[in-house]
């Protein structure tokens, strides 16, 4: 539920950004509303895929990166929609903050995957 909410803001402010803040930001302030929906629309997609990953082993530890995705995004995202569109700066300490979660959030994905056994036949691949 949250990658598909995820997913739809991220869709809507690209579209905001576009077409109502094109004209009202300078081109600096705009590339910095653009990177937040970047990361947004790339963090929806990893928490659906986390979301699936939690169905098919739902033992593994692997749905914390979900949370940690989901968590990245509002602070991440957040603060540079809030960053690019006040003009505040003080908004800016918070996104690495963002960034570090979608950081742990890959790291936890893959070491909960690696944990997982192997069929006895292989990967399937």
Do not use: K
Not at 30 to 37: I, K, Q, S, W
Not at 83 to 106: D, E, H, K, N, Q
């Amino acid at each position: 539920m949250a990658g598909s909410s995820s997913g739809f803001l991220g869709v809507a402010a690209g579209a905001f950004g576009a077409h109502a803040l094109r004209t009202r930001l300078a081109p600096e302030s705009l590339a910095v509303f653009e990177t937040g929906v970047r990361y947004e629309l790339i963090h929806a997609l990893a928490m659906l895929a986390v979301a699936c990953a939690a169905l098919a082993w739902p033992a593994s530890r692997v749905s914390r990166s979900g949370l940690l995705f989901l968590l990245g995004t509002v602070l991440f995202s957040g603060s540079l929609y809030v960053l690019a569109i006040s003009g505040i700066r003080l908004f800016g300490i918070v996104t690495p903050i963002g960034g570090l979660l979608f950081l742990a959030g890959w790291l936890n994905a893959a070491w909960s995957l690696a944990r997982i056994p192997l069929p006895p036949h292989g990967p399937g691949i």
